[in-house]
């Protein structure tokens, strides 16, 4: 999935601004001046301009989820 601006394509097909889409376990959809891109894992990225918000759902706390901040279990060391 790309992002830039408004203009979203996924495995580089175009997706029109403000179509819902889904494309395998990935949905687009556009709340708002907003863009944003669920997987089916639980994992939501949404762009609103220049901000960009990841909200991962409550069933991978805990499970193992690893990213750059490190595990995703509420532990701040």
Do not use: Q
């Amino acid at each position: 999935v790309t992002v830039r601006g408004r203009n979203v394509s996924v495995n580089g097909a175009a997706v029109p601004e403000g179509d819902p889409h889904v494309h395998n376990s990935v949905s687009v959809r556009w709340p708002g001046a907003a863009v944003a891109v669920e997987s089916g894992l639980g994992v939501r990225v949404t762009v609103d301009g220049g901000v960009v918000a990841v909200t991962v759902g409550a069933e991978l706390r805990g499970s193992g989820t690893r990213g750059l901040c490190g595990p995703y279990n509420d532990d701040p060391a």
